[in-house]
């Protein structure tokens, strides 16, 4: 059985409220000298040299940009919980990055240093990152979803990944868009898959066909089609099965990746034993 996050938090011994508190000082302390003899803090500099970011589109400061994308933190949240120090990590990891080309800050600031804090405290609860479009997110460790997004196309192991980003909980669409894709590339590796593991073949393309991915089971409409039991599920249900089917996915692309792998261990096996 798989662990939840709070068995790996507790076997880690994290205490993600005080990770987050000392990654907030970091960033929103006054514990640094500005150019006129007052203190001044890291989100300050960030904020002053916003203009020279360039993703800032046509703002013109830091806090106009939290203000248009609802970027609002306290260092003692009332609501605090696992999302929100990801939610934050990827902020303040995205901010650093981005002003490590800006002149002067890599100077007066170990940027270097938040980054790699930053990413300690994510391998600590059992994350990792992945990116895209020069943007870093930060998503559960999962060694099968690694292990596939290094097989399928370069356009699509970013959705392998991230699918499991707390942004993606209880967004059903962006979900079945990633299951429509890899239900496409399995489509093509279907007899393959059907020659090793048939019944996960079998189980895999009637959740395709039945489970309101590739048609509309949803609508009384559509009759072919139609199944009053998906019909009838919530939407939180349906995700359930979504994040089944999505395991299931990567389970298909190992199998046919074993397919080469057992090839050459059957070789390697004819060499130890003498008969080739």
Not at 184 to 206: A, H, T, V
């Amino acid at each position: 059985m798989r662990k939840n996050f709070a068995d790996i938090l507790k076997s880690a011994k994290i205490d993600i409220k005080k990770e987050y508190e000392k990654l907030y000082e970091l960033l929103y302390d006054k514990d640094f000298d500005s150019d006129y003899g007052s203190k001044t803090s890291l989100y300050d500099e960030f904020n002053e040299n916003f203009i020279h970011l360039w993703f800032r589109g046509t703002l013109f400061t830091l806090e106009d940009f939290d203000e248009q994308y609802g970027f609002d933190f306290d260092k003692y949240p009332p609501n605090f919980n696992l999302d929100y120090l990801i939610n934050f990590c990827e902020y303040f990891y995205n901010l650093s990055s981005a002003y490590m080309g800006v002149p002067n800050l890599l100077d007066r600031y170990n940027l270097t240093f938040i980054l790699q804090q930053i990413n300690r405290v994510i391998e600590a609860i059992g994350f990792m990152s992945a990116e895209q479009d020069g943007f870093t997110i930060f998503v559960e460790k999962s060694v099968p979803a690694i292990a596939v997004s290094e097989i399928v196309p370069n356009d699509l192991s970013y959705k392998v990944i991230s699918y499991n980003h707390h942004s993606m909980k209880g967004n059903i669409e962006k979900k079945k868009e990633t299951l429509l894709k890899l239900a496409n590339l399995l489509e093509g590796k279907r007899k393959q898959l059907k020659s090793i593991n048939s019944s996960l073949e079998d189980d895999l393309f009637y959740a395709f066909n039945n489970l309101n991915l590739r048609h509309n089971n949803k609508d009384e409409d559509y009759k072919e089609k139609y199944k009053k039991y998906i019909a009838d599920m919530s939407d939180t249900d349906l995700e359930q099965w979504y994040d089944e089917i999505y395991q299931m996915c990567l389970l298909a692309f190992l199998e046919i990746e074993q397919i080469d792998r057992k090839k050459s261990f059957n070789a390697l096996k004819r060499h130890i034993d003498g008969n080739t």
